[in-house]
């Protein structure tokens, strides 16, 4: 199918647990974001990346790791979960950094 | 600093009103600005874009005005429907190739 995917949708986890949320484009846009959307803070970019094995560092990328091996999947890691990471995951993609974005449907990330 | 607000009260109009929507910026100059809607439990959508050098922006009952001097966009819905409730969120280009979104407003607009 085309369009952008992320999975899991829904995930449980222990702190100190390491956890990766995937996310998949079919549209070969060069650029891939990760978000976090949490009450009063609304969506805050954790990492980007404008190309395949190109990342940088967005507003939130402390406890946080990327990698773009391929140009249609971009997974985040959380190498040592914490509570303070619990929250909504939501992935993009677009043609360039500033321009149109295209966001997955999320994944809820609760960490005990 | 650097902020982008959106007014965190839910805004609650009656069918067929037109619906206006506040993002206000401080100690940003960017070149874009764009609004996105999001419903409970999925990822934003693109609605608009507007870029420093267009004053308003149309796309069917939906319109968009930047003012620069103000750091201010308004988004407007107009003939407003259940259907466009939701949260809208507006979103900054910063830094080159980022978005830096606002906390988005809620609409409920009631048959």
């Known amino acids: 199918d085309a369009g952008i995917t992320q999975s899991p949708r829904y995930k449980i986890t222990e702190t100190g647990r390491q956890v990766t949320l995937m996310c998949h484009q079919t549209w070969s846009h060069s650029y891939m974001f990760w978000y976090r959307q949490d009450l009063g803070h609304g969506l805050r970019l954790i990492y980007y990346s404008a190309a395949a094995d190109i990342t940088d560092k967005g507003e939130v990328p402390d406890g946080y790791v990327v990698s773009r091996s391929k140009t249609e999947n971009f997974p985040l890691t959380l190498e040592s979960a914490t509570r303070s990471q619990t929250s909504v995951y939501f992935c993009?993609?677009?043609?360039?950094?500033?321009?149109?974005?295209?966001f997955g449907p999320g994944t809820r990330l609760t960490v005990l | 600093s650097q902020k982008i607000e959106q007014n965190s009260e839910a805004l609650n109009i009656q069918e067929g009103k037109t619906a206006t929507l506040t993002c206000n910026y401080t100690n940003y100059s960017p070149a874009y600005l764009q609004w996105y809607r999001q419903d409970p439990g999925r990822g934003p959508v693109f609605l608009l874009l507007?870029?420093?050098?267009?004053k308003e922006k149309r796309k069917e009952r939906l319109k968009v005005t930047f003012d620069t001097t103000l750091k201010q966009s308004l988004f407007h819905i107009t003939a407003s429907q259940p259907a466009d409730s939701a949260t809208y969120l507006c979103a900054l280009d910063t830094a080159g190739n980022m978005l830096t979104f606002g906390g988005g407003t809620r609409l409920m607009v009631k048959p």
């Open positions: 507007i870029r420093e050098n267009e």
């Open positions: 993009a993609s677009g043609l360039a950094g500033a321009d149109e974005q295209f």
